[in-house]
């Protein structure tokens, strides 16, 4: 059961432009969504994450924005750059209360941004 | 800076071979994970471990076992290999208390 859906799988776009990468999910007990970064030959690395007691979080061109009622949010990269490409995953864990939660991955989407 | 190493980053092994994939974090982390990561699907949790000696199951547990004897390293372990299990093996470790995850670089696994 796949609890986090990602689209689209692959995304092409030219230097500049500003891809989006969308993430819906089921679970209303989720309450911190991140975003990892993986390299070709790496471990994938954490972009930026948010609380879904706000809407939108910035941290210098990358950006979330998150709709609790429709329980989806989406990473906007403004002026992408060729050195952005890489395979996007959006990510989700509950607040259980303790601290043995666990993160669920969406699929990934692998970016490739043209020069 | 904190670390997750995994000893190897590429391994060819036979079919039925028992197989040991070692993974040490210098973090004093109290949870680690392992996953594989397969083309389209994503990264799956095998099994985890919030804690020295205990583990769970994730989502895909058969066919691996763990181990954590020590806090830093926490060990998958294909009891009996099989082609299916080529993949891409990533461990993690994350601090009580704290959502982010450190990922090692991976073990890519072949089973022939």
């Known amino acids: 059961q796949q609890q986090v859906k990602q689209s689209p799988q692959s995304l092409i776009v030219q230097k500049g432009g500003i891809p989006i990468i969308n993430c819906a999910y089921e679970?209303?007990?989720?309450?911190?969504f991140p975003w990892y970064q993986q390299f070709p030959g790496k471990g994938p690395a954490l972009l930026i994450a948010i609380r879904p007691d706000v809407s939108e979080k910035k941290e210098g061109r990358f950006t979330i924005s998150f709709n609790k009622s429709a329980k989806q949010f989406s990473l906007h990269i403004m002026d992408s750059q060729p050195g952005d490409s890489a395979t996007y995953f959006c990510a989700a864990t509950p607040n259980s209360g303790g601290s043995n939660y666990k993160l669920t991955f969406g699929k990934g989407t692998l970016l490739t941004v043209n020069p | 800076d904190v670390k997750v190493t995994q000893s190897s980053r590429y391994l060819v092994k036979r079919t039925g071979e028992k197989v040991f994939l070692e993974c040490v974090q210098d973090?004093?982390?109290?949870?680690m994970f392992w996953y594989r990561q397969d083309p389209g699907l994503g990264l799956r949790l095998i099994y985890f471990?919030?804690?020295?000696?205990?583990?769970e199951k994730g989502d895909i547990p058969e066919g691996y076992s763990v181990s954590r004897e020590k806090k830093e390293r926490f060990s998958l372990i294909l009891e009996s290999a099989s082609t299916n299990q080529t993949s891409m093996y990533l461990c993690?470790?994350?601090?009580?208390?704290?959502?982010?995850?450190?990922f090692g670089s991976g073990t890519r696994l072949t089973v022939v």
């Open positions: 993690a470790s994350r601090n009580r208390g704290l959502y982010g995850y450190t």
């Open positions: 679970n209303t007990a989720f309450d911190y």
């Open positions: 471990s919030y804690d020295v000696k205990m583990k």
């Open positions: 973090m004093d982390h109290e949870n």
